[in-house]
C-alpha cells in the first residue's frame, strides 16, 4: 500500500501507540521516530490507559491493539468514539482479515494494520487516518461486511436511516459497494465535491466517524445484500 498524500500538516501527527507488548510499542516508536510528520505522544498497555490518553487529548491517531488486558481494543475504542471529536483509530492485529477487525472497525475503527507490515505501510496508515482517509482498502472492508454482517443482521435498529435523503441513501449504497468518491460521482453523475458533502451529512445523521462504519450499517441494516460484495 503506498503512503497516501495527506494535507499539509501544521504539527506533527500526535500517535498514541496502545499494546500491552512493550516490544511492539518500542518497535513501532523506532519506526515512527523517523518520519519528521509524525510524533508518538504516549504509550499505554491496555484500553484502560489508551482512553485515559486519549481523555487527555494527547492522540490524532491511535495504533490500537485488539486484544490486551483490562479493556480490550474493540472496546476502548467504542468508549473513544463515544468521546467529543475523537482521533482516529486504526486497529493491530496479527490476524489478516477476521471478525476482530470487523467488530472494531463498527465500533468505529477506520481501518487495520498487520502488525508484520513494512514500515512504510505504518507511516502510510498514520498520515492517512490523520487525513480521514481509510487505512485499508474499501474493497477489503467490503468483503468483511459482507461475511460478517449477515450474522449480526437485526441486532440493532438503524433510525438514522430514515433520516437520509434519497440521495444520500444512494452515496451510502454505492459507498458500501468500496467505491471511491470519484467512483461515487461517475456512477451517481454528481460531483466529486457533492459526494463529499452527502457522505459528511449521512455520516453526522448516522452518528457515524467513519466511512467504515458506514459500510457496516449498510449491511447490517439489510440497505445492502452481501451478496453484490461478491460481483466486484
Same mark, same amino acid.
Given at each position: 500500500?503506498?503512503?497516501?498524500?495527506?494535507?499539509?500538516?501544521? !504539527?506533527?501527527?500526535?500517535?498514541?501507540?496502545?499494546d500491552?507488548?512493550?516490544?511492539?510499542?518500542?518497535?513501532?516508536?523506532?519506526?515512527?521516530?523517523h518520519?519528521?510528520?509524525? =510524533?508518538v505522544?504516549?504509550? !499505554?498497555?491496555?484500553?484502560?490507559?489508551a482512553?485515559?490518553?486519549?481523555?487527555?487529548?494527547?492522540? +490524532?491517531?491511535?495504533?490500537?491493539?485488539?486484544?490486551?488486558?483490562?479493556? +480490550?481494543g474493540?472496546?476502548?475504542?467504542?468508549?473513544?468514539n463515544?468521546?467529543?471529536? $475523537?482521533?482516529?483509530?486504526v486497529?493491530?492485529?496479527?490476524?489478516?482479515?477476521?471478525e476482530?477487525v470487523?467488530?472494531?472497525?463498527?465500533?468505529?475503527?477506520c @481501518?487495520?494494520?498487520?502488525? +508484520?507490515?513494512?514500515?512504510?505501510?505504518?507511516?502510510?496508515?498514520?498520515?492517512?487516518a490523520?487525513a480521514?482517509? $481509510? =487505512?485499508?482498502?474499501?474493497?477489503?472492508?467490503?468483503?468483511?461486511?459482507a461475511?460478517?454482517a $449477515? !450474522?449480526?443482521?437485526?441486532?440493532?435498529?438503524?433510525?438514522?436511516?430514515?433520516?437520509?435523503?434519497?440521495?444520500e441513501?444512494?452515496?451510502?449504497?454505492?459507498?458500501?459497494? @468500496?467505491?471511491?468518491?470519484?467512483?461515487?460521482?461517475?456512477?451517481l453523475?454528481?460531483?466529486?465535491?457533492?459526494v463529499k458533502? %452527502?457522505?459528511?451529512?449521512?455520516?453526522?445523521?448516522?452518528?457515524?466517524?467513519s466511512?467504515?462504519?458506514?459500510?457496516?450499517?449498510?449491511?447490517?441494516?439489510?440497505?445492502?445484500?452481501?451478496?453484490? !460484495? %461478491?460481483q466486484?
Amino acid at each position: 500500500m503506498s503512503a497516501p498524500v495527506a494535507p499539509p500538516q501544521t !504539527a506533527p501527527i500526535r500517535v498514541l501507540i496502545a499494546d500491552d507488548q512493550a516490544l511492539i510499542r518500542g518497535g513501532f516508536r523506532l519506526i515512527l521516530a523517523h518520519e519528521p510528520r509524525i =510524533t508518538v505522544a504516549a504509550e !499505554a498497555c491496555d484500553g484502560v490507559e489508551a482512553v485515559a490518553a486519549v481523555r487527555a487529548q494527547l492522540a +490524532d491517531v491511535v495504533l490500537m491493539d485488539v486484544l490486551m488486558p483490562r479493556l +480490550d481494543g474493540i472496546e476502548a475504542t467504542a468508549q473513544i468514539n463515544r468521546l467529543p471529536d $475523537p482521533p482516529a483509530v486504526v486497529m493491530l492485529t496479527t490476524f489478516d482479515v477476521d471478525e476482530y477487525v470487523y467488530r472494531a472497525m463498527k465500533a468505529g475503527a477506520c @481501518g487495520f494494520l498487520l502488525k +508484520d507490515a513494512p514500515q512504510e505501510q505504518l507511516v502510510g496508515a498514520v498520515i492517512a487516518a490523520a487525513a480521514g482517509l $481509510p =487505512t485499508v482498502a474499501p474493497a477489503v472492508i467490503t468483503r468483511m461486511a459482507a461475511r460478517f454482517a $449477515p !450474522a449480526a443482521a437485526g441486532a440493532q435498529r438503524w433510525a438514522g436511516l430514515s433520516q437520509l435523503t434519497s440521495r444520500e441513501t444512494d452515496v451510502l449504497r454505492v459507498l458500501a459497494t @468500496g467505491a471511491s468518491n470519484a467512483e461515487i460521482a461517475r456512477q451517481l453523475f454528481i460531483s466529486d465535491s457533492t459526494v463529499k458533502s %452527502h457522505v459528511a451529512h449521512l455520516l453526522a445523521k448516522l452518528e457515524l466517524n467513519s466511512r467504515a462504519q458506514a459500510v457496516v450499517v449498510a449491511y447490517e441494516s439489510g440497505l445492502i445484500d452481501p451478496a453484490s !460484495a %461478491h460481483q466486484r
